[in-house]
């Protein structure tokens, strides 16, 4: 199945995080840390108001985003997220 983004937003495959462990249990409310993921598909860059905004990210970016950005969608049994642009933090360049 294919999906188009509408205005400003993007689908993201969020990346499977490893998590170190340590001495120290902590609850899973306290573990709100960025996500990671990659740019599958990019909407048209409109706003609500039918204004055009530039698109800051393409397909293929790696991105980072807040854990709660967002909302999950499964899609041919795999999770995708459909975020804002806005609510990305960065994009990850290889140096």
């Given at each position: 199945?294919?999906?188009?983004?509408?205005?400003?937003?993007?689908?993201?495959?969020p990346e499977e995080q490893n998590e170190?462990?340590?001495?120290?249990?902590?609850?899973?409310?306290?573990?709100?840390?960025?996500?990671?993921?990659?740019?599958v598909a990019v909407g048209d860059g409109?706003?609500?108001?039918?204004?055009?905004?530039?698109?800051?990210?393409?397909?293929?970016?790696?991105?980072?985003?807040?854990?709660?950005?967002?909302?999950?969608?499964?899609?041919?049994?795999?999770?995708?997220?459909?975020?804002?642009?806005?609510?990305?933090?960065?994009?990850?360049?290889?140096?």
């Amino acid at each position: 199945m294919k999906v188009k983004p509408l205005f400003d937003r993007v689908l993201i495959l969020p990346e499977e995080q490893n998590e170190q462990k340590s001495g120290i249990i902590l609850p899973d409310t306290a573990k709100e840390k960025p996500q990671f993921g990659t740019i599958v598909a990019v909407g048209d860059g409109e706003n609500l108001d039918y204004t055009k905004s530039q698109m800051k990210v393409k397909v293929g970016n790696k991105v980072i985003f807040n854990k709660y950005a967002g909302a999950e969608i499964k899609l041919d049994n795999t999770i995708y997220i459909l975020m804002r642009q806005i609510d990305i933090i960065g994009v990850i360049e290889n140096v």
